[in-house]
């Protein structure tokens, strides 16, 4: 079965880090750019960082960068987002997803929340 | 970049058809998009690629009655025969080289 098994969303103070974990099975992943959208409390689905297949280019929204960090592990499968500077208006459910058209997946989603 | 405008909302009855828009900005009318539906509570699923030329492909599972068109720098989707299951938020997303963008989402109400 395809699949993205998402880790790591909790509680966290502002200022503070997190590391967002992806596991992928039942596809190639080391052929497919991989993508993290997140989605805030009653809002809608927001771009935040892509990186290629082999992890030698990465891309971030302006709203992140700086603080966020996209990379993978291809021996192991597995898709990361290391998040530091952490502020309120980061809280928000974050998705990883293989965005490739018939063959896009998401994961399940993990809750970040930023408070004191 | 593109922007990506659609509705905030729609609504339709039981068993008629809908038709959603998503624009794209100016300068971008080649531009591929994607819908992706989403349940509440739960992640967005694909639905399907539309092109500019009108072709779309349609993700696996997803029902007969979702179908794509285009007009210029619109993007369609269009569900028939509306069941209450289609009650969802619909996202269209875009892509160019270094950057992914998404619409703003339109709810959908089914009456």
């Known amino acids: 079965e395809v699949q993205l098994l998402q880790s790591g969303g909790t509680l966290v103070q502002p200022g503070g880090s997190l590391r967002l974990s992806c596991a992928a099975s039942?596809?190639?992943?080391?052929?497919?750019?991989m993508t993290w959208v997140r989605q805030g409390p009653g809002k809608g689905l927001e771009w935040v960082s892509s990186i290629t297949d082999t992890g030698a280019h990465t891309y971030y929204a302006d709203s992140v960068k700086g603080r966020f960090t996209i990379f993978r592990d291809n021996s192991e499968n597995t898709l990361y987002l290391q998040m530091n500077s952490l502020r309120a208006d980061d809280t928000a459910l974050y998705y990883c997803a293989k965005l490739e058209g018939a063959s896009t997946v998401w994961g399940q989603g993990t809750l970040v929340s930023v408070s004191s | 970049q593109p922007v990506l405008t659609q509705s905030s909302s729609a609504s339709a009855s039981l068993g008629s058809s809908v038709k959603l828009s998503c624009t794209l900005s100016s300068g971008h009318i080649t531009y591929i998009i994607a819908w992706h539906q989403q349940q509440s509570g739960k992640a967005p699923r694909f639905l399907m690629k539309v092109e500019r030329s009108g072709s779309y492909s349609k993700g696996s599972g997803v029902p007969d009655r979702f179908s794509g068109s285009s007009s210029g720098t619109d993007r369609y989707l269009t569900i028939s025969n509306l069941q209450s299951e289609d009650e969802a938020d619909y996202y269209c997303e875009t892509w160019d080289s270094d950057n992914r963008v998404f619409g703003g989402g339109t709810k959908l109400t089914v009456l």
């Open positions: 039942g596809f190639t992943f080391n052929i497919y750019s």
